[in-house]
């Protein structure tokens, strides 16, 4: 059997066919030379059950990472559907992102952000190449669930959005 040629395609391409990939918008946050640094990330995934690890996929132009690696410990603040203003802060550049935020240190010492879904504090395990991005491997050693109520944020082709209005669209 012979083997077609594969097509040619553009980053844009890929970038455009991912974006139907629903994923969840999550916070991490750390404590790097006694001041609190944190970015976005929609690539955070459950690794592992046993031994618990899971892992954030920061772009390796992220000014926040180099900061959040050298941090002991990381947290990830799992936002809700009504936490967009937050999500959106910590996408930008700059290091006054917990200016106006209300947040507490975690069991580990990384910020755990007020009115967040869950949080899973960690310790940067392992890291991987992963092309413009690094693959890092976090280990649980702290979780807590605040609300079940309330739907994550959502992010799907290019915008945000929750549970309730992806379930309208489609009805």
């Not at 690794?47 to 132009?61: N, Q, T």
């Not at 879904?117 to 392992?126: F, G, Q, Y």
């Not at 959502?154 to 209005?165: E, K, N, Q, S, V």
Request: glycine residues 8%; aromatic residues 8%; contains cysteine.
């Amino acid at each position: 059997m012979t083997q077609k040629s594969l097509r040619i395609f553009e980053p844009r391409e890929l970038r455009a066919a991912m974006s139907h990939f629903c994923s969840g918008v999550v916070v991490v946050t750390g404590v790097y030379e006694g001041l609190p640094v944190g970015l976005t990330a929609q690539s955070f995934v459950s690794l592992s059950l046993d031994p618990p690890l899971v892992a954030i996929c920061p772009a390796r132009s992220s000014r926040s990472w180099p900061k959040l690696r050298a941090a002991e410990h990381f947290c990830i603040n799992i936002l809700g559907a009504d936490q967009r203003v937050t999500c959106d802060m910590f996408a930008r550049s700059g290091d006054d992102k917990f200016s106006d935020l209300r947040w507490r240190p975690g069991q580990t010492g990384a910020p755990v952000l007020e009115n967040v879904l869950a949080v899973i504090e960690c310790r940067l395990d392992a890291e991987h190449d992963g092309g413009d991005h690094t693959i890092a491997v976090g280990r649980v050693l702290n979780l807590e669930v605040f609300d079940v109520q309330r739907g994550p944020l959502l992010f799907f082709r290019g915008g945000y959005g929750d549970f309730r209005t992806l379930e309208e669209a489609s009805v």
